[in-house]
């Protein structure tokens, strides 16, 4: 079964071309076509897109809200907040200080390819479906790299910017598909000295 809900994040990097086609009111409404009812975008330092920030409809912050709360377009000026946009609840951030909490509260997450946001995902209990975004955008390709060797091992999903349109359909559809990937293995390190030391 397809999941509910969604994480986009870019971590501490600008990366709009991964969040402003992710966050356009027509490719929310298709993931509600494929039964996401809740996305969660961490934008980094980057803008909202107008066209999203127009779409998105005022949700009040009390059960009886003033005049000057009905006008909250979603969006405080920190850059967090919280609306809809046709069926689909969504949830913005510019940064966060939990991420594992955020990628505990949904059921998949697209990420760039920090190794930070990463691990975080492939680590999390129960596993969460990952896909990769390479940020090609950046100096050097270790994120391509490290997304090419994950998604080979069978990991996660690896998509460009320029494919996302027609990957996140897949990806979602066949979460499955992918291998969890293994515990932390917190005695390695003490495995390793003991070997050298001669102790096993």
Not at 22 to 36: A, R, T
Not at 41 to 46: E, K, T
Not at 112 to 122: D, K, N, Q, V
Request: hydrophobic share 40%; with cysteine.
């Amino acid at each position: 079964m397809p999941p509910s809900s969604l994480l986009i994040t870019v971590g501490s990097t600008l990366f709009p071309a991964l969040t402003d086609p992710l966050l356009s009111p027509s490719f929310l409404s298709s993931l509600s076509g494929l039964g996401v009812g809740r996305i969660v975008v961490q934008y980094g330092g980057a803008e909202l897109p107008a066209e999203f920030l127009h779409a998105l409809q005022p949700q009040s912050r009390s059960p009886s809200p003033s005049p000057d709360e009905e006008q909250w377009r979603g969006v405080d000026a920190q850059g967090k907040g919280k609306g809809k946009i046709g069926d689909v609840q969504v949830e913005v951030m510019r940064y966060t200080d939990d991420f594992e909490g955020l990628v505990g509260s949904v059921e998949a997450v697209i990420s760039h390819a920090g190794s930070g946001s990463i691990l975080t995902t492939l680590r999390s209990r129960p596993p969460k479906p990952l896909m990769i975004v390479p940020n090609t955008g950046l100096m050097d390709n270790h994120q391509v790299e490290l997304a090419e060797a994950l998604g080979r091992d069978g990991f996660c999903a690896v998509a460009a910017v320029s494919e996302l349109q027609e990957q996140i359909p897949l990806f979602l559809q066949k979460t499955d598909a992918l291998k969890t990937f293994p515990e932390r293995d917190t005695h390695a390190f003490s495995n390793v000295v003991d070997e050298v030391m001669g102790f096993v």
